[in-house]
């Protein structure tokens, strides 16, 4: 798995990597800014959240126009920020494009503390990926247990596999789970597994039952074998295994429906 704890807090990966490269751009912003000229730093750092806030919109409008397919028929998933989802590329164009507009506007040694907090920040993204650890990841032979209290085996099912870590006590699993039995009834070819993490039967039933969701694909792990097993250190996760049982992508914490789409993809070779 790819994500990381700091005491209580579990981020994922990428997000992760994404709040050290804001930190950096602003911190390398601000000093390079003090020691240019003191008196433009105020300049620079009003820019540096300029900059900073048309990243984040460039990205997401840009993913969103990306999955449109996706995004269209549930057009207020666009606006669900926390859920992730940013083309990297239309930010940089939307930071590009504020730099310009501060040069044209003549403002007083703005450029170079951007474009310098902006590499720094890049640096300081791909640095934090290329540090997570990547283990080989494949689905765990053991046995867990349907609702109905049958033994149920993960591995050997020949199909790709969405596989979700939930827990009836979680929000952001709670808030997922409709878009989740969604997307699992409309995705033929692929077999989406719920496995609810150290609850028993009547938990994960009367959660259903208020919740209208179907129980098609819902197990239990009731020890939490499965995140020892795959590396998850926290609730809701994501995995997403090819036809042979490996992990082909992963993600920690309340996933978008474009996300898991896009990580169905790569499981099963549809390069839409």
Do not use: Y
């Amino acid at each position: 798995m790819n994500a990381i704890s700091i005491g209580p807090l579990v981020f994922d990966g990428g997000r992760f990597a994404a709040v050290v490269a804001l930190l950096l751009f602003f911190v390398v912003t601000e000093i390079v800014a003090r020691l240019r000229r003191g008196d433009a730093a105020g300049d620079a750092a009003r820019w540096a959240g300029i900059a900073a806030l048309a990243w984040i919109l460039g990205a997401r409008i840009g993913f969103v126009i990306a999955n449109g397919s996706v995004f269209a028929p549930h057009p207020l998933d666009a606006l669900k920020l926390w859920q992730g989802g940013f083309l990297p590329v239309a930010g940089w164009a939307a930071g590009v494009a504020v730099l310009l507009l501060a040069l044209l506007r003549r403002a007083r040694g703005v450029a170079l503390p951007l474009v310098l907090g902006g590499a720094a920040a890049l640096a300081g993204h791909q640095a934090v990926l290329a540090a997570l650890p990547r283990p080989s990841v494949t689905l765990p032979d053991m046995q867990l247990i349907a609702l109905d209290g049958r033994g149920v085996r993960l591995e050997g099912r020949g199909w790709p596999m969405v596989l979700n870590l939930w827990a009836t006590w979680c929000p952001p699993c709670r808030r997922e789970m409709p878009m989740m039995t969604d997307l699992a009834a409309n995705t033929p070819g692929v077999e989406f597994v719920f496995a609810n993490q150290g609850e028993d039967a009547g938990q994960v039933l009367a959660f259903l039952a208020a919740e209208k969701l179907p129980d098609q694909g819902m197990i239990r792990d009731p020890h939490n074998r499965l995140m020892g097993a795959l590396g998850a250190i926290g609730l809701p996760s994501t995995l997403v295994f090819d036809a042979k049982g490996r992990l082909v992508a992963a993600h920690t914490g309340e996933i978008s429906r474009a996300a898991l789409t896009r990580m169905i993809a790569q499981a099963t070779g549809d390069s839409r």
